[in-house]
């Protein structure tokens, strides 16, 4: 063996964990704007913990590929990615605290997704219900290459940029466990590396953060139309930017309890969308519980029900379509911060593939051989 196949850790230093404030990261693929659904399913919880964290978010456009691929899929990113931020914001996440990221843009994390993809096994991966789910979804009858290593990038983007936290609903819990398990894995295998280093290196730091999953087991909310869950494709959803006399139609046109044929009928509260969006955004509890009472006693009609819903519905919209306005007339203000936000993402994980390839002992055969074909030069 030479010196150069032996030498584990090259002349570039492994900084390690980023120092300072932990960071958090989670996003979304860029499917349209964001409805109500969004909001308690995650929005909400980014909203309450973004300030605790130098919070990255991303635009998870490769990820999207994995399921939508069309040239009129790709045709959309742009447009969509641009509301989905503004919808954050208007939302109520905090720019200064944000920074909002297109995946493609960091084409590094494609590296590191195939340097990690040597840390899993395909059926590990395959045990991951939610990918046969999307796949099905999506329509394959079998599973994409891409959608199996739809974890091995998601696990990528989490440690690219050293997040300590993901908060994540249920249904992305087992693909940050993929990404814990490689960056244990990660760090022990390098472990030898550096023991071996440590002779005559200084003491190195572990590349990887071994990131914590911040379960977010808020409510799925049901669509209007009753439906378990609120989604674009379902077409049953109420966007944050829907104007307040949509808002009111689409709540007159709510499902309710079926059994309900006049108001005189006693009716159920109980997972009835109606009463599931009073308890999530009516900001009047005491008026929720008096009409709660009177439906089940029979005592109230729909209309009056889905009236003081689409009321409170509006009250809660209101201040988010104000802020909204506000910031698309600052034309090109949202599409500043991608930039900004994907240049500052890619500076930080480029710092990682170098710590990361620099562990593995990678920068070294190559370091060699110019150093080799520099002394034959001589
Ligand atoms: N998988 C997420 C989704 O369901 C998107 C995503 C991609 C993500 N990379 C991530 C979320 C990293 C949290 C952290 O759309």
């Not at 930080?348 to 520099?374: C, H, P, S």
């Amino acid at each position: 063996m030479t010196a150069t196949a032996i030498a584990p850790v090259a002349s570039t230093p492994v900084t390690g964990p980023a120092p300072g404030v932990p960071r958090m990261l989670t996003g979304d693929r860029p499917t349209g704007r964001l409805h109500l659904g969004h909001y308690a399913g995650s929005l909400a919880n980014r909203i309450r913990l973004h300030r605790r964290y130098e919070s990255f978010f991303i635009i998870a456009d490769l990820h999207m590929l994995t399921t939508k691929n069309s040239p009129e899929d790709i045709a959309q990113i742009g447009r969509h990615a641009a509301d989905m931020v503004l919808d954050s914001l208007a939302a109520g996440l905090d720019p200064a605290h944000s920074v909002f990221y297109l995946q493609s843009g960091v084409p590094e994390v494609a590296e590191l997704s195939l340097l990690l993809s040597s840390l899993v096994t395909v059926p590990r991966l395959q045990r991951i219900p939610s990918l046969k789910e999307m796949g099905q979804h999506a329509g394959q009858r079998e599973m994409p290459l891409a959608l199996l290593g739809y974890p091995v990038l998601q696990a990528a983007d989490i440690l690219a940029v050293q997040a300590a936290a993901v908060p994540v609903g249920r249904d992305n819990a087992a693909h940050v466990e993929v990404a814990r398990e490689m960056a244990r894995r990660f760090n022990r295998r390098v472990e030898v590396a550096r023991e071996m280093a440590r002779r005559f290196n200084r003491r190195y730091g572990p590349v990887f953060t071994v990131p914590a999953l911040v379960p977010a087991d808020v409510p799925v909310l049901p669509g209007t139309d009753g439906n378990a869950k609120m989604s674009k494709s379902l077409g049953n959803a109420i966007y944050l930017s829907d104007p307040p006399d949509e808002v009111a139609a689409k709540v007159r046109r709510m499902y309710t309890d079926p059994a309900r044929t006049r108001a005189g009928v006693p009716g159920t509260v109980e997972a009835n969308p109606v009463f599931v969006y009073h308890d999530a955004f009516n900001d009047r509890p005491a008026e929720v519980a008096g009409l709660k009472e009177r439906y089940r006693a029979g005592k109230v009609g729909d209309a009056e029900v889905k009236e003081k819903l689409t009321a409170a519905l509006n009250r809660f919209l209101d201040p988010i379509r104000e802020r909204r306005a506000a910031l698309a007339a600052d034309h090109g203000l949202v599409e500043e911060l991608i930039v900004t936000g994907t240049e500052r993402t890619r500076h930080e994980v480029k710092r990682t593939v170098a710590d990361m390839r620099a562990a593995m002992g990678l920068t070294a055969a190559l370091a060699g051989f110019r150093a080799a074909a520099r002394a034959r030069g001589r």
